[in-house]
């Protein structure tokens, strides 16, 4: 029953990863590739994406 739960919430992040991402001001290219990695690699790919993935339309300083 655990792991059910677990998994939910995983799937519930990595949707929330994705519409990050597309959300995000990156290319269409990198868009197309961080999507990819969340869906193949779920738990993974979402620590990635947290740590050096794409952020939302922020303001770059120089």
Request: aromatic letters at 12%.
């Amino acid at each position: 029953m655990e792991y059910g739960l677990i998994g939910l919430l995983i799937l519930a992040l990595d949707i929330w990863a994705v519409i990050s991402v597309w959300g995000s001001g990156a290319t269409t290219g990198a868009k197309v590739a961080w999507t990819i990695g969340i869906i193949v690699f779920p738990l993974i790919g979402l620590v990635v994406w947290f740590l050096a993935g794409p952020r939302g339309n922020q303001a770059t300083a120089l």
